[in-house]
């Protein structure tokens, strides 16, 4: 029954996005598979939902049901789960706070965030927002944005947090061009004094800028000259939340 079932589970398979469909005695061909045992799985798969055949055609293609599995699978997907042990790695490598954040509308959206322990270190509030402008962690997706986005973001009044806040557009515009250039982002006490931020975007499969991660802490501890150190490890963990977003299509807007 096992190598039954792993038969059956590799029929599933050979239906993907590049071939959507198949004809039955192509497919037993493919898979070098005898036609009898392969017409009872499409049968039984077709049965229950998870295969469906054109009855002009006669071809196989993926069911409804499989779609409704699937999107019961997406909604019981947990950020938390699969982004945090991404987040505490990062924290425990730099002994730094790790954020994750996220693009929501024209805003930033704290989502997640791993803390070191027994240390002075720097602390957001989770569930908190906060403009594109200021900051590595959101000028960092502020970059990638288009120049309408832009414009509606830095063409005004700008409230400086601190006396570091950028708050020149042309200047703001200025360091935009650096972060596309270098693909990084990095500030220094612009949203909270004695803190430096080191940050990079994270893209969806559209190569849409959906999120940025982020390891700050203080600046008697997190120095400039310990940026290059920090880049190797901030830059395997944005390629794993981006996969993540990019396997389950994670949309935050």
Same mark, same amino acid.
């Given at each position: 029954m096992l190598k039954t079932l792993n038969l059956?589970?590799?029929?599933?398979?050979?239906?993907?996005?590049?071939?959507?469909?198949?004809?039955?005695?192509?497919?037993?061909?493919?898979?070098?598979? &005898?036609?009898?045992?392969?017409?009872?799985? $499409?049968?039984?798969?077709? &049965?229950n939902g998870f295969i469906t055949k054109d009855p002009i055609t006669k071809k196989y293609s993926l069911g409804?049901?499989?779609?409704?599995?699937?999107?019961?699978m997406y909604d019981s997907l947990n950020i938390d789960q699969l982004c945090m042990p991404v987040l505490e790695k990062l924290k425990d490598v730099t002994g730094e706070t790790a954020i994750f954040t996220v693009l929501n509308g024209l805003e930033a959206l704290t989502l997640l965030k791993a803390e070191p322990v027994n240390k002075v270190k720097f602390t957001v509030s989770r569930g908190s927002r906060s403009p594109l402008y200021v900051g590595a962690s959101y000028r960092s997706m502020l970059a990638f944005l288009n120049e309408e986005q832009i414009a509606k973001v830095?063409?005004?009044p700008l409230t400086a947090y601190t006396n570091n806040t950028?708050? #020149?557009?042309?200047?703001?515009?200025?360091? $935009?061009?650096?972060?596309?250039t270098c693909g990084y982002a990095l500030s220094n006490s612009e949203y909270s004094v004695d803190v430096l931020a080191l940050a990079m975007p994270i893209f969806n499969s559209e190569?849409?800028?959906?999120?940025?991660?982020?390891?700050?802490?203080?600046?008697?501890?997190?120095?400039?000259?310990?940026?290059? #150190?920090?880049?190797?490890? $901030?830059?395997?963990?944005?390629?794993?939340?981006?996969?993540?977003?990019?396997?389950?299509? $994670? &949309?935050?807007?």
């Open positions: 059956s589970i590799a029929v599933l398979k050979m239906f993907t996005k590049e071939k959507p469909t198949w004809g039955g005695r192509e497919l037993a061909l493919a898979m070098n598979m &005898n036609h009898t045992n392969l017409y009872r799985i $499409l049968e039984t798969f077709e &049965n409804i049901a499989l779609w409704e599995i699937g999107m019961n830095i063409d005004e950028m708050t #020149d557009a042309t200047e703001i515009r200025a360091e $935009l061009e650096k972060i596309r190569e849409q800028v959906v999120a940025s991660i982020t390891v700050s802490g203080p600046i008697y501890r997190f120095t400039e000259q310990r940026v290059p #150190d920090f880049l190797g490890p $901030l830059t395997e963990a944005r390629n794993e939340i981006e996969g993540i977003i990019r396997r389950y299509h $994670l &949309n935050f807007n």
